[in-house]
Every structure is written in C-alpha cells, then in structure tokens.
C-alpha cells in the first residue's frame, strides 16, 4: 500500500461553517465498481487543515489484496476528527465502505463522528443557481474552481487494471489525480454555507423603488426594484427568474425585480356557507345583511363565487407570507397582496417578501 502525503495551500474558507474545520476529515473513494460487495475499494483520498495548511493524503492498494489495508489507514486517520465532509458520501461512499468491512469480515467503525454529506445541499441549489445538474464538477466550475483531472472515476477503473498488471508511474498519477481533485474540490464548495447563510436571511434591505420597464408589445409596465446587502460576500454570480421574480446577486449587492399586478383582485371569504352572491355586483355579502337584498338579486354563494373585489396595485406571491392575499381566479396557484406606501416603510415585510422569492426561486417555482 501506497501512502501520499503533501501539504497544499488552504484555500478561502467561510467562517461561519456548521462545524469547525480545524477537526474535519474530507473524504473521497475510488472502487472498480458501485457495489462494495462485490467490487473493490483501490484508493482512499483524505485532506484536513493542520497549522492553517491544508495536508492530503491518499491510500492507494498497488494490489487487490490492500483492501484492508487501506480500511485499517483511513480508521486510524479518521481517530483524530469529529466530523467527515463526503460528497455523495452517504449514499456512496459510506454505504460501500461498511460492505467491504462486511465482505472481508472486519468490524464496523465505531468512532463517534458526525458525518456531513455536501450534495444534498448542493442539489437543494441547483435552480437558483441556474446549473443543469448538482454534480460535484459541475459546481465546483460555478464556484470558479477548475481542475486539472479529464477522466470520470468510470474511466479510471480499466486503468487501474492496468496498473495492477504493469505497475507505471505516469498510470499511478492519473489514478490518484482524480481522487486528489476530487477531494481538493470540497474543500471549494464550502462556498455552499455562504449561499446558505444568505437565503436563510443573512442580508438587509436597503433600497425600495418603483420603476417602469418597456414590454416585448410596446406598451409600458411596472415593476418593483428592492436592493439589499448580503451580510456576507457572495462567492458566485446569480441569476436567475421565474414567470413573476428576478434576481441578481453579484458581491455585496443583492437585486430582486418584481413585476407588478395594476388592477381589480378577488379575495375570497373561506366560509362561503355563510354569504350570498350579487350575480349583477359580481360580489358576496354576508347572510345577516342579505334581508336587504331582494331575494331575485341573489343565490346562495359557492366557493368559487364568495368574494368581494379590490382595486390596487398588487404584488404577486407563492404561498401567504403577506395577508390579505388576493387573486385573479378561485384557487389559483399565485396570490397577491396589496402593495402600498405603508409597505415601502416597513423593511420587515420586504424582507420577509425576499426570503419567499429566494425560497420560491430555490425551489424552482
């Protein structure tokens, strides 16, 4: 068994990681299959950060029977940390390694260890930050990280056999390249607390215009422009829309554009049992003022028909984060809310209305 050991330069970190960096271990594996029970485990890559430097080392089986080897070094290593960064780790990494101790009948590791898997966060992103898929390449280019390494781990399993057959060096640096990038390559996407820390809240709002913008017909339309402040320095450009939300987030500032609603809006009263509807006023009135009405003039109202009219100025939204909510037609998707001077002055409600476009963008609404 080969042990690499290199020292490398700490990249920029955020402070504000969920666990402290001193004591994690970032791990990565390469096998010559998806199953570990039946396919082998060949290289076990690790970094950690030891005097503000950030020190590798991979364990590398030059023969299917190192296997166990590699398990006993990554055991030992693993001792001295509180918490593991995988990537797809538990549902790859881990779960492999755990059927490799099965297979060659060594006990399960024991340590109490916090494990943190990135790509769960990583995927919740892949919308907002507008990327094709939530692979670990794929986000570590967003992040402005390029790699040395051109293979897929796939690739690198004929070459492995290879090695195993004429061990050659230039065959060896490929193989551990790979597993080296990879590894290198987390320590990159921690950037992903920072996006974190931002769509949870970490920011203020400092500016609330009013604008007018030229539609694709000619005609004119208004939006509204909120510019807020980031309470930490984004690591990557965003943008990204949907049908009704821009956003543009680029360093220290933050851009929300929201198109506004001119018009008449519906709310809807939930109890309709209780009203009558004015087919003529096309609106609902309660049924202990209905005595009034001329019983002609009104029906007994159903859901779709119980609600009476506003005329205003309206923002749109995707659940009821501000009351009362309003909209065009019964149990439409997107409800509004009336969008007022008193608004413009009250930066909890703005700021409350920017996490649900973050969260509604988030999800890909």
């Not at 755990?98 to 995927?123: F, G, M, Q, W």
């Not at 390559?185 to 996006?195: A, D, K, Q, V």
Request: glycine letters at 4%; one cysteine or more.
């Amino acid at each position: 068994m080969k042990n690499i050991k290199k020292n490398n330069i700490l990249p920029k970190v955020p402070d504000h990681l969920p666990f402290p960096i001193e004591h994690t271990l970032f791990l990565d594996i390469e096998t010559t299959g998806f199953s570990g029970s039946r396919s082998r485990l060949y290289l076990i890559g690790a970094a950690y950060v030891q005097n503000e430097t950030l020190i590798t080392e991979q364990f590398f089986a030059e023969s299917l029977d190192e296997e166990p080897l590699l398990l006993a070094a990554l055991e030992h290593l693993s001792e001295s940390f509180d918490t593991v960064v995988t990537f797809y780790g538990n549902r790859f990494d881990l779960p492999f390694m755990e059927k490799c101790r099965e297979r060659l009948h060594l006990d399960s590791v024991s340590h109490n260890i916090n494990y943190v898997d990135l790509y769960p966060t990583a995927r919740s992103y892949k919308h907002l930050f507008g990327l094709a898929n939530a692979k670990q390449q794929t986000l570590e280019l967003f992040f402005g990280h390029s790699r040395k390494d051109t293979y897929s781990g796939g690739e690198l399993i004929k070459i492995y056999e290879s090695y195993v057959k004429d061990p050659q060096p230039e065959l060896l640096e490929l193989l551990l390249l790979h597993n080296l990038d990879d590894v290198l390559g987390m320590i990159h996407l921690l950037s992903l607390y920072t996006f974190d820390a931002f769509v949870n809240g970490g920011f203020q709002p400092e500016s609330c215009t009013l604008v007018s913008y030229r539609k694709m017909d000619g005609s004119v339309g208004k939006e509204l422009s909120v510019v807020c402040r980031p309470d930490l320095t984004l690591p990557a450009v965003i943008s990204c829309k949907n049908d009704h939300f821009y956003l543009h987030a680029k360093d220290g500032q933050v851009c929300f554009r929201i198109t506004l609603l001119e018009g008449v809006l519906k709310y809807f009263y939930p109890n309709y049992k209780d009203y009558y509807y004015l087919p003529k006023e096309d609106m609902a009135i309660h049924k202990s003022v209905a005595s009034y009405v001329d019983a002609s003039h009104r029906e007994k109202a159903k859901a779709a028909t119980c609600y009476s009219k506003k005329a205003g100025v309206f923002l749109p939204q995707y659940e009821e984060v501000v009351t009362p909510a309003l909209f065009t037609q019964y149990k439409d998707s997107v409800s509004y809310f009336e969008w007022t001077d008193a608004c413009k002055e009250d930066r909890l409600l703005i700021k409350r209305y920017c996490l649900h476009i973050l969260q509604t963008l988030k999800k890909g609404s």
